[in-house]
């Protein structure tokens, strides 16, 4: 029996499955490490930890298993798209790397727009320049720190920074490469013309793969580190949205993934590239060879909860180290002790956002605050501010004709059942659940079963091994009454928007 590998390089940890060819979880392993704020809206990590964890994850899991080097048949690596890892000609980390929530890079994404004009920029990428992506990082490099940006010699990915560490190969894959900026969508290649007009060196970037494919093997080095056997294939993988598709089984018309994570994300399938005419989402190659998805991405989903949690539920915290329990079961007990948060709006912008508003100065506000609000009143707006966040997604694609057949619940906020009763109250969608709940590690440890040959295809593997497990029906009353609170949800924003703007202003002045 051949055993798969997936390693997710997570923006709080990375995850490593083991699984055989049926699908099976055989062992699963995180390693945490920290995010770096050395200034407002910046965001930061030392790659060292990424591969400290990924070493550490794979030992773990194979020996929890029992099982062998010479036993895995191949390796898939998903990660945080977006990220920029400089290196030198030695190979070593300049600085630490800039992940997708940093919001520093404002006045390059207006760069980069001008220098190539809009019209090339969303005909070449299906995109336009947002804060996240890799393109005007390199340009933030060069304009800020000049002696770091004259070292630089290869830019990678985080999890391409991790392949090149297993195998010693310079590679990435088209999902990931459709977030930089720089990758002609469409087309499954780098952007020659972007490259010229920006003046980044093509020799920067690494060689482009389909997700199946074998782009590496595990070299001698790695092989000690980790125990896996030399000369094992490493998959191209996907970034991790593209990669929780597989794992969420997205591969066919109609199936649609709504995924609560730090961010929050809306993912469909689709045979040929689609734009929303107004870019409010993003249209990437798929992990599917010859396929493209189209996804509406919200900053601080999950991540909207977890500042919570740290910010106000020690007491939660507390119990949840006395008993075991995660201190999220907790919460979410005390927003189910609420019928409703009583005009409590939550808007969920503490990273900026991206979808449907790319605005890095957006701010997170309660609005509706009275003295009858408790911490249980708190909690529910967040899960319903989250909630009217993911909807806004659901009605772009509806509009760009994007087929809605069946939602999968998926992320951490699916595990709970309060939280998606809220999100199909919310966006009057049903949401399922699936046998699986592994997300992007599960979707490339089958991304390298196809690479190794035990599956045909992606869709046969999704196919083979996912099936939906539980669904939950919008209430019509409370579809009615959210309806309401959605208006005033959306009308918040654009009262707001030119607010955010100052009270940045402020903010870097300080």
Sequence with gaps: MGYLLGLDVGTTGTKTLLIDESGKVFARALAEYP?????????????????????????????????????????????QMHGSVFLN??????????????????????????????????????????????????????????????????????????????????????????????????????????????????????????????????????AAATGLREGTPVVGGGGDQAAGGVGNGIVDTGVVSSTLGTSGVVFAYLDQPLMDPLLRTHTFCHAVPGKWHVMGVMLSAGGSLRWLRDALCQTEKDLAAETGRDPYEYMTEAAGSVRSSEGLIFLPYLTGERSPYPNPNAKGVFFGLTMRHTKPHLIRAVLEGVAMGMRDQFEIMKAMGVEFRQVRASGG????????????????????????????????????????????????????????ADQLLPDPDQVARYQGYYEIYRLLYRQLEGTFDQVQALVERE
Excluded at 52 to 73: F, H, K, N, P
Aim: include cysteine; aromatic fraction near 8%.
């Design 413 to 468: 906020g699916a595990r709970s059942r309060l939280w998606r009763q809220i999100q199909a109250d919310v966006t009057g969608e049903a949401h399922c659940t699936i046998n699986v709940d592994e997300g992007p590690a599960f979707g490339v440890a089958l991304l390298a079963g196809v690479g190794c040959g035990l599956f045909a295809s992606v869709p046969e593997a999704c196919h083979a091994t996912i099936s939906v």
């Design 89 to 222: 000609a030695g190979d070593q980390v300049i600085r630490p790397a800039i992940l997708w929530n940093d919001q520093r890079t404002a006045a390059q994404c207006e760069w980069i727009t001008e220098t190539v004009g809009q019209e090339t920029v969303v005909a070449e990428t299906c995109n336009p320049v947002l804060t996240g992506f890799q393109a005007p990082k390199i340009i933030w490099l060069r304009d800020n720190e000049p002696e770091n940006y004259e070292q630089v010699r290869k830019v990678l990915l985080p999890k391409d920074y991790v392949r090149l560490l297993l195998t010693g190969e310079y590679a990435t894959e088209v999902s990931d490469a459709s977030g930089t900026a720089l990758f002609n969508v469409p087309e499954r290649r780098w952007s020659e013309l972007i490259l010229q007009r920006t003046g980044i060196p093509r020799e920067w970037l690494p060689e482009v793969y389909e997700s199946p494919e074998v782009s590496g093997y595990i070299s001698a080095a790695a």
């Design 35 to 79: 995010l770096l704020s050395p200034r407002p809206n910046w965001s930061e990590q030392d790659p060292a930890h990424w591969w400290q964890a990924t070493v550490a994850t794979i030992r773990q899991v194979m020996a929890a298993a029992g099982v062998s080097g010479s036993e895995v048949s191949g390796v898939g690596l998903s990660g």
